[in-house]
């Protein structure tokens, strides 16, 4: 079984920056993929990057260029670094872990971006 256990989250101002942090323990197989996605209310979980064991990354359009996503995996951690954060960033962001048919899910931390 794998726990993932994020942090990070916060209450920042439009155009500020916050860097979630998300750690995996447990028996954690690789290669695998890492992730990020966020769920505002009301709304579908949507992906917003993923990064993979070989540190390839892929974005989601709406954050290019302000989010960066980085894995240590050594400490089974991935993080989020996000500049130039929106009001439309508000959400709460959940880590993932996926291998084969296995797919993992931390609890969450919210982001609140103020105008």
């Known amino acids: 079984q794998v726990q993932l256990v994020e942090s990070g989250g916060g209450l920042v101002q439009a155009g500020g920056s916050l860097r979630l942090s998300c750690a995996a323990s447990?028996?954690?197989?690789?290669?695998?993929?890492m992730g990020w996605y966020r769920q505002a209310p009301g709304k579908e979980r949507e992906l917003v990057a993923t990064i993979t064991s070989g540190r390839y990354a892929y974005y989601a359009d709406s954050v290019k260029g302000r989010f960066t996503i980085s894995r240590d995996n050594a400490k089974d951690t991935v993080y989020l670094q996000m500049n130039s954060l929106k009001p439309e960033d508000t959400a709460v962001y959940y880590c993932n872990l996926a291998r084969a048919t296995s797919n993992y899910w931390g609890q969450g931390t919210q982001v609140t971006v103020s105008s």
């Open positions: 447990g028996i954690i197989f690789s290669p695998n993929i």
